[in-house]
């Protein structure tokens, strides 16, 4: 009677530690790296969902590094390098979470964010300090 108490412990703790692992796979899988925000907006957590989805298919010989973020609206946009590479990832405040919108090498302009949604004056204001020492800089 005792290994059978010792069993169903063992497997308890067992089944403790699966649910424990799986959670960060569920979360990132739920929309598209998307992570609960807070009243104001924290650098921390955009970094965080950037930085999700750049190594969701695997992590690099370094970790990418979010170098600035202007928000405008509901709307963020991160620059970042990893590596010898960099760009920039769009992002939304949707239902109090943070959404990758688009995610990509290089720069995104004007156009570009107006053809992801973004309204041409929140568009304007996340460009406007690009090539000047931004006060969201990381």
């Known amino acids: 009677m005792g290994n059978g ?3 169903y412990g063992w ?7 699966v649910a424990m692992l799986a959670i960060p796979a569920i979360q990132r899988l739920d929309l598209k790296h998307s992570v609960m925000a807070q009243t104001e907006v924290a650098p921390e ?3 965080e ?5 750049l190594t969701q298919a695997g992590p690099g010989a370094a970790a ?3 170098r600035r973020i202007e928000t405008a609206g ?4 991160a620059t970042w ?3 010898e590479a960099g760009g920039q990832t769009l992002v939304k405040l949707e239902a109090d979470a943070w959404r990758v919108i688009e995610s990509g090498g290089g720069a995104m302009d004007q156009t570009t ?25 990381i």
């Open 5 to 7: 108490r010792m069993k």
């Open 113 to 137: 964010l107006e053809e992801l949604g973004v309204p041409a004056a929140e568009a304007e204001q996340l460009l406007q300090s690009e090539g000047e020492t931004s006060r969201n800089e």
């Open 81 to 83: 390098i990893w590596g």
């Open 49 to 53: 969902v950037v930085i999700a989805d």
């Open 45 to 47: 957590v955009i970094t």
């Open 74 to 77: 509901d709307y963020a946009l």
């Open 64 to 66: 990418p590094e979010v």
């Open 11 to 17: 497997l308890a703790i067992v089944a403790a530690l």
